[in-house]
Each structure stands twice: as structure tokens, then as C-alpha cells.
């Protein structure tokens, strides 16, 4: 999350590679106040290669291999933005997405690593499975034990990487069903390994044979058909599996971003690792050439050049002289053999044994140590970035800014005077507007870009019986301005919704932090944008709104609906069985509350994400359709409050909630077993009366009492309807369940564990 320093410069880290993550580390342990830190990814967890062919063999698990960037992100204090780069403008400081407004820097470093080169045989990309990216290669990689293990495996490369894949892949096997698979590795050199001492690529010729793979020397694959490789002598080979181990190639869009690139794509960088056409840009890892000291695309050296990227990124932010990295001639290479043993390679030097295996577990588990058991930042003070100022020879501080930018005025105003320029307002609204069109929103639903009115006309709907009003504010939940400006919007509609009723307007409620002009512009452009993109999906338009500044991001939105012909509350025959339905899973509130003590791993928040992000459109329109009574929707007060306020509504006593029929998000039992809860819970438990309280542990309560933001709907429905209402909402995508009933004689909540 954001400091409450004024934010005068934007270091962007694009990819989190095994040197960007040294640069996050770096800054989280010795910060700058005043600079806003932020990585884009396109996973929320990046794996360490060095680990990758233990991986395979078995000796580590999926969470052993990655490094959690939210964590990082958070400890770093960072915003992570996790979202596909598809161009970078260096000339006018800005990076592109396909579903996103350009995001500006001031100051950027680019890590990304490679991508497999497919181009290289024809037939690679439908019938190969690359190894980098690494994520991909995990899922197919796993796929093959749904395959019963095939057992023609094919291997195409003869470098380091590939030997040490082959050995593993052998070894698991083995372990798997006891039986050796029949593995061809082909290579183009006429020995393996060629990079590396002669001895070395001996060593690793024995272990495979011995493992009962076959060869091919001297052959380059020229085509991969389903389950057939064609070299260039004509010669084929079945396979059921074939894996690609070859040089990488860079990112094809970078070809258009204005820097100095080698023959092969490359980012061509200086001593100092900075672009040699654009100083304020940095690169490291696979992405950059070293023209002058080339070296192989090997891990190792992205790991080494993570500490002279941080200092390097630090004193080129302060105007100081920057350090030459001089990556070393010799390193030590382990290559394990699949038998618990490795080779040990430094220059001529070549060793083997079961010390050199133990020796890469640990330097692997060492590193690995170093990016998890984070702690959260502490605020200290704003210092000047002498190496970003608008002239090096005038010194930055609050004073100078004053003069050139309104945003960083010594006296800050409050009351209205607090409120985002027309300047900042009016450009970024244009350029949201922009990109939401050109992303299918509707030009009809976008808001007016004129701002000489505070006010708004409506247009009444035709048979509109009531209006319908609601408001919702987020604060910064998530450190992606664009996604914030989707989720609050989601979640604002909510309401709407749940009063069973179609949103038709709203009124932006945004509050900025303090930035300069550009900046702010810029991050107002994003929150607007993905506010935009989910007006449209509903239908929805956005007319008006204020914003302000000081303290941190919120978002939020004052929406108008009409019940024009949906179904008006009514109610229920006493005599009847009401059932409760729920449609979406619990659980974003101790998953949030978690984020902030980095105790919930990326994947568990992807989760949280992906449910705040799922409208409730689409489920109040099968509730509709299927004769629903009543129903609210689940947010901060938690489900059991929510769902014995829709029994008061209803003139009954209490509800009958299942727990185990609750559909939670993956990862939040461990939480609540570990005692953690959102700062909610406490009050939410103590508004409900659990009737039956003593019988069930505190844990296994919680999920009812935790308060969740674009939670689901929960419906009413009489049990000839509620059946067909779930299913329909299965088959719709929703996980959605029967969780309980509506209770006629026991006040408040009565819990049970089955047998409704």
C-alpha cells in the first residue's frame, strides 16, 4: 500500500526475474520516501529456475519453486500490477497493455527473461513443450501424469539445461511406476554440454546412457509432427512427450520500443546495465546483451546482477555515479544427475558426487530463504531525488515543486479546494473514455467529458414505479489502480443487484494521493478506465462524480437504479420451506486482512480477485427468472448478519446455516486456524446471536462473520424454485450452493453440519 509522502517519481519494474526481485528486496530493506515503486508481472509468482529440474525429479514441490510477489510487492512497498506487457514507448516513458491505459515511468528496469524460441522447428508450438516460461511448462508438465506417464519422451537440446531435464525425467519415472522411459535427447553439437569443460559433458553422457536414453549427435530437428520429430537427415522419431530445451528469443514487441537492441532482439545496456539509448532505463537477465562482456543466458548471471541493479537503480534516483558490473568469467555450475548426486563445474575444474547434490540444495533453499519470512515497511521520511529533478542544477524540494507543479503546494488545502485539478480530471477522463472504447465499451454509457456542471438531468425510465440509490467506498484493497476502479465499480452495482433492481447511473467517488500533475493524471487514467470497462458490461453509465486528494486511493461509487419490470419484494406463506442460496464463495476478508501480515500467498489472493471481480449481474437475472422472494447481497457485515437481516425482513424468527455447504475461496481455513481475521470480525460476531454457539469451535465458525467486499448475493427462494434457480447458476460459471434455510420458530442463527 501507499505511504502518505507526497509521490514524486515512479520507478516501474517490469517482470520479476531473478534480478528484479534483488531490486524489490533492496527497497524494502532501505526505502525512498516519495518514490512509488511498482511491478508489472504477468504472474503473481515467479519461479527460481536453479530448482526447476529438481522440480521435475521430485526433490521439490510447486511451492518450494516460485518466490510470492505479492509478498515481495508488499514488503517492498509496491504496487503489483499483474497484467500482460505488450509494448514499451521509451521515448515517452510509458508502458502498453492490450486491456489497460499506458502505464508512465520516470525511471524503469526490465527483467523479464526469455521466451522459447519456437520459430526455430516448425510444428514446435503446437507440438513441443517448452520449458520457459516455467508456469506453462508446469501445467503440461503435470498434464502428463493424467497421460499415465508416456513413456517416449524426446528432449531437443544438449546444453546444461537439457541434460539435467533428461536426468530428471528418467529418475521420476523410475519413482513414478518403476519403469525406465525410452528418452532420445538430440543435440546439433557433436558433444553434450559444449559450453563447459569437455570432462563435464563426459560425465553427463555416462549418467545418461546408464539411465538408458539414446543420443543423437550432430542432427538438428527441423519439424515436430504429433508424436513424430523430422531431423535435417530425414531420420524420424516417435515420441509421446517432447520437450524443447533451446536458446530463448526476446519478446517480438520490443522491437518497436524505441531502444537499441542487439541482431537477436535483445535490450543492448551498458556496464552500468542501462539502456544505451535510454539512461533512465535498465535491464538485466536474459533480456539484456552485455556487448561488452558477453555472456550465456544462464540464470546464475540474472542473480548476480541483482545487487549492482538495486545500487545502480538507487544512485541513478539521487544523481550519483553508477557502478560497472563485471560479471565473473567462472562460476560454479551444479548440474544434478537424477541420482541425488551432481557435477560441479568451475572453468576446467569438473568434480562429481553425492556432496555436490546436497551442496546445490542448499545454496538452492539459502536463496530462496532470502525472499520469504517478509515484514511489512515502516513510513520514514522524504528525502530529494536529486536525479530526477526537472534540471540537475536546481535543487528538488517541496518549494521548487511548488512553483512548477499546484500538486505539491507547502500548504495543502482541505474542504473542496482538496479536489483533483480540472487539468488532471479532464485529460485523464479523456483518455479513459479512449481506451474503454477501444476495448467494446459502450460510447452511449461513457460519461460526458464537459465538466461545467456539478449536476446531472436523469431520464426516468419508462414504468418506473421506485429509484433505487446506493454508495460504496473502497480504499486501496488492491495496489493495481485498474482493477481497483473495476472491483469498487462491481462492487458497487452490488446493491443494485441485490434490491433485485437494474443500475442505471452513477456518481465516481475518488480520492487521490499527492502526487505531481503527470502522475496523478496517469493513476487517475487507470482507476477511471477500469471503472469504465465495468459501467459498460452492466449497462451502466457514469455521469459525474468528484474527486480530491490527500492520504491514500479510494474509490467509490453513488449508483441509481429503477425496479422498472422486476418483481417487487413480497411476503412469504407461512407455511412454505425457504431456502437460502449463495453465490459466491466466502472468504476476502481474511484473505485481505492476511495480504497485510504477508500471510496469504499469491495464489490465494488471485483467488480473492477473481471472485471480486465477478459481477452479480448475471446472478440476480437467474434469480429473477427463478421467483426469487428476497435478497441482499454479502459484504462487510459477514454472511450470518447478512442473512438473519434478510429473515427480519421477512417477519421470520432466524435462519439454519449448513457450514459445510459455505463455498469458501481456497487457502482461508489455514487463516482463520492461524487466528487471523479482518479487523470486522469481532463486531460482526458480536451483532448476530449464534443459537447453538457452544456446540462448534470458534474456527469453524468464522466464515460467518467475515466481511467480504464484492461478496455474492444471497437469495430467498420457496423449495420449488430453489433448485432450478442452482443449477442454473451452476451451469452459468457461479459457485454457488443451498446453504441453509429460513427458520419460522429459532431466533438468530442456528448452525448446523448437514442434515438441513
Not at 258 to 265: F, I, K, S, Y
Not at 378 to 393: D, M, Q, V
Not at 665 to 688: D, M
Request: hydrophobic share 45%.
Amino acid at each position: 500500500m501507499q505511504s502518505h509522502h507526497p509521490i514524486i517519481a515512479d520507478l516501474v519494474l517490469v517482470g520479476g526475474g531473478h534480478a528484479q526481485i534483488a531490486v524489490l528486496k533492496a527497497f524494502a530493506m532501505k526505502p525512498l520516501p516519495g518514490l512509488r515503486l511498482t511491478i508489472v508481472t504477468n504472474s503473481s509468482r515467479t519461479p527460481y529456475s536453479g530448482m526447476l529440474p529438481g522440480y521435475v525429479e521430485g526433490v521439490w514441490q510447486d511451492e518450494d519453486l516460485h518466490i510470492d510477489l505479492r509478498h515481495l510487492a508488499a514488503a517492498s512497498g509496491a504496487r503489483i500490477i499483474v497484467a500482460s506487457v505488450t509494448g514499451i514507448n521509451a521515448d515517452l516513458k510509458q508502458i502498453c497493455f492490450d486491456d489497460r491505459p499506458p502505464l508512465a515511468f520516470d525511471i524503469l528496469s526490465i527483467n523479464i527473461g526469455g521466451q522459447p524460441n519456437l520459430a526455430v522447428v516448425d510444428g514446435a508450438a503446437e507440438h513441443a513443450i517448452p520449458v520457459k516460461p516455467i508456469g506453462m511448462f508446469q501445467k503440461k508438465f503435470e498434464t502428463l501424469f493424467t497421460q499415465k506417464l508416456p513413456q517416449r519422451l524426446a528432449v531437443i537440446g544438449g546444453g546444461a539445461a537439457g541434460c539435467e531435464l533428461a536426468l530428471a525425467l528418467i529418475t521420476r519415472w523410475m519413482e513414478e511406476n518403476g519403469t525406465v522411459p525410452a528418452l532420445t535427447l538430440i543435440t546439433d553439437t557433436d558433444h553434450l554440454m559444449p559450453q563447459m569443460a569437455p570432462q563435464a559433458g563426459r560425465l553427463v553422457h555416462k549418467k545418461l546412457l546408464a539411465g538408458g536414453a539414446d543420443i543423437v549427435f550432430g542432427r538438428r530437428v527441423t519439424t515436430i509432427k504429433a508424436n513424430k520429430l523430422i531431423l535435417d537427415n530425414k531420420d524420424t522419431f516417435g515420441f509421446d512427450a517432447c520437450f524443447l530445451v533451446t536458446q530463448v528469443a526476446a519478446p517480438q514487441w520490443l522491437a518497436n520500443s524505441g531502444l537499441d537492441l542487439d541482431a537477436d532482439g535483445f535490450v543492448m545496456v551498458a556496464p552500468t546495465l542501462q539502456s544505451t539509448s535510454h539512461p533512465c532505463i535498465f535491464a538485466a537477465g536474459d533480456i539484456a546483451s552485455i556487448s561488452f562482456n558477453p555472456r550465456l543466458k544462464a540464470g546464475v548471471f540474472a542473480v548476480r546482477a541483482g545487487k549492482i541493479l538495486a545500487h545502480n537503480l538507487r544512485r541513478f534516483i539521487l544523481a550519483k555515479s553508477l557502478t560497472s558490473w563485471k560479471p565473473q568469467k567462472h562460476y560454479l555450475a551444479l548440474i544434478g544427475t537424477g541420482d541425488r548426486r551432481a557435477i560441479a563445474v568451475r572453468g576446467d575444474i569438473v568434480m562429481s558426487g553425492r556432496l555436490f547434490w546436497y551442496l546445490k540444495c542448499w545454496i538452492d533453499s539459502r536463496f530462496m530463504k532470502k525472499y520469504t519470512n517478509l515484514l511489512m515497511p515502516e513510513t520514514a521520511p522524504i528525502t530529494p531525488f536529486a536525479g530526477l529533478s526537472e534540471t540537475r542544477k536546481l535543487q528538488q524540494n517541496t518549494n521548487f515543486l511548488s512553483r512548477h507543479d499546484p500538486a505539491f503546494s507547502s500548504i495543502r488545502c482541505l474542504g473542496c479546494a482538496a479536489k483533483t485539478s480540472h487539468q488532471v480530471l479532464q485529460a485523464a477522463m479523456h483518455d479513459a473514455v479512449t481506451l474503454a472504447v477501444s476495448r467494446g465499451a459502450l460510447p452511449d454509457l461513457m460519461p460526458p467529458l464537459g465538466l461545467e456542471t456539478d449536476t446531472a438531468v436523469l431520464l426516468a425510465p419508462h414504468g418506473v414505479s421506485r429509484w433505487i440509490q446506493s454508495v460504496d467506498i473502497l480504499s486501496e484493497i488492491l495496489t493495481d489502480p485498474f482493477l481497483l476502479g473495476e472491483i469498487a465499480t462491481i462492487h458497487a452495482l452490488s446493491d443494485i443487484y441485490a434490491s433485485l433492481s437494474k443500475p442505471l447511473y452513477s456518481l465516481a467517488i475518488i480520492n487521490l494521493p499527492e502526487t505531481k500533475l503527470v502522475m496523478q493524471t496517469n493513476q487517475l487514467t487507470h482507476v477511471l478506465a477500469g471503472a469504465l470497462l465495468a459501467h459498460s458490461k452492466a449497462g451502466v453509465r457514469l455521469i459525474g462524480g468528484h474527486t480530491s486528494e490527500g492520504g491514500g486511493l479510494s474509490v467509490g461509487f453513488a449508483v441509481t437504479g429503477s425496479d422498472a419490470n422486476l418483481p417487487v419484494e413480497t411476503q412469504p406463506i407461512l407455511n412454505d420451506d425457504f431456502w437460502l442460496i449463495l453465490t459466491k464463495p466466502i472468504g476476502t476478508g481474511v484473505i485481505m486482512a492476511a495480504t497485510m501480515q504477508l500471510k496469504a500467498d499469491a495464489i490465494c489472493v488471485d483467488g480473492a480477485i477473481g471472485s471480486m471481480r465477478h459481477s452479480n449481474q448475471l446472478a440476480a437475472g437467474i434469480f429473477i427468472q427463478n421467483n426469487i422472494i428476497a435478497a441482499t447481497d454479502v459484504t462487510g457485515f459477514g454472511l450470518a448478519r447478512h442473512a438473519q437481516n434478510l429473515a427480519m425482513r421477512l417477519g421470520l424468527a432466524g435462519c439454519v446455516i449448513d457450514l459445510p455447504s459455505i463455498p469458501l475461496l481456497n487457502g482461508i481455513t489455514p487463516l482463520f486456524e492461524a487466528g487471523i481475521k479482518s479487523s470486522l470480525h469481532e463486531q460482526n460476531q458480536q451483532a448476530v446471536h449464534i443459537h447453538n454457539a457452544g456446540k462448534f469451535t470458534p474456527n469453524s465458525q468464522a466464515v460467518l462473520f467475515d466481511p467480504q467486499t464484492s461478496g455474492g448475493l444471497l437469495g430467498v427462494f420457496r423449495a420449488k424454485d430453489a433448485e432450478n434457480a442452482l443449477a442454473a447458476l451452476t451451469q452459468s460459471g457461479h459457485r454457488a450452493a443451498m446453504i441453509g434455510r429460513l427458520d419460522q420458530k429459532t431466533a438468530g442463527i442456528t448452525i448446523k453440519k448437514g442434515g438441513l
